[in-house]
Each structure stands twice: as C-alpha cells, then as structure tokens.
Nanobody
Framework: QVQLVESGGGLVQAGGSLRLSCAASGNIFVTNTMGWYRQTPGKERVLVATMTRGGRTTYADSVKGRFTISRDNAKNTASLQMNSLKPEDTGVYYC????????????????WGQGTQVTVTE
C-alpha cells in the first residue's frame, strides 16, 4: 500500500506565509508527478501546482509568483511554499502523487493525501 501524509496547514492573515509538506510512503518503486490541489465547499478540486519527476512545474495562474513547489525524489516528498497569501487561497489542500508500486510499476496509480485546511483571513 501507498500513503500520502500532509502537514503544515493552518490559519494565517492575508499577506502571510505557510509551507505545506507531503510525504509518500509504502511499496513505492517510482514517484512520478507530485503536486497540490485545492478544494472549497461545493466546488471541484482544482490544480494549484505540480512538478514532474524531472522538475517541470505547472502552476495555477492565481498562484504564479506567490507559490513555489519543490520535491525530493530520493525521499518521495513534496512541499508547497505559499507566500503573500490571500483570502481566496483558503481551502483544503490535497497532496497528489502518481506512483508506480513495487508490485506493478508499469501502471502508476493516482494517490491522494487526506487534506489539510488552509484558512487565510483578511
């Protein structure tokens, strides 16, 4: 089994910073794309930032220049540094990873963390 465990959410005032971390563990052969998605009540989960194993990044337009994703391939971890936070950044942030397991690495599966709440106040 593979698990993603997130940490680092919380309550912060607008303009502040938070750092989210995600660690993947279990029967991992290779971790492909890792990233972060955000969900707010009544809305679909949306992409915030992703990074491929080779380091190519994708950011939502709303966070470009403020958020930075990073990862450590050897440790199967990813982080999201969030600066200049705005109230509209509020939501539950989910870590995502495409992982090939030791049992079947040719067919990677999508995994999600349990989510961590980020609340940005005025």
């Amino acid at each position: 089994q593979v698990q993603l465990v997130e940490s680092g959410g919380g309550l912060v005032q607008a303009g502040g910073s938070l750092r989210l971390s995600c660690a993947a563990s279990g029967n991992i052969f290779v971790t492909n794309t890792m990233g972060w998605y955000r969900q707010t009540p009544g809305k679909e989960r949306v992409l915030v930032a992703t990074m491929t194993r080779g380091g190519r990044t994708t950011y939502a337009d709303s966070v470009k220049g403020r958020f930075t994703i990073s990862r450590d391939n050897a440790k199967n971890t990813a982080s999201l540094q969030m600066n200049s936070l705005k109230p509209e950044d509020t939501g539950v942030y989910y870590c995502y990873a495409s992982i090939g397991s030791i049992v079947d690495y040719r067919r990677p599966r999508d995994y999600w963390g349990q989510g961590t709440q980020v609340t940005v106040t005025e």
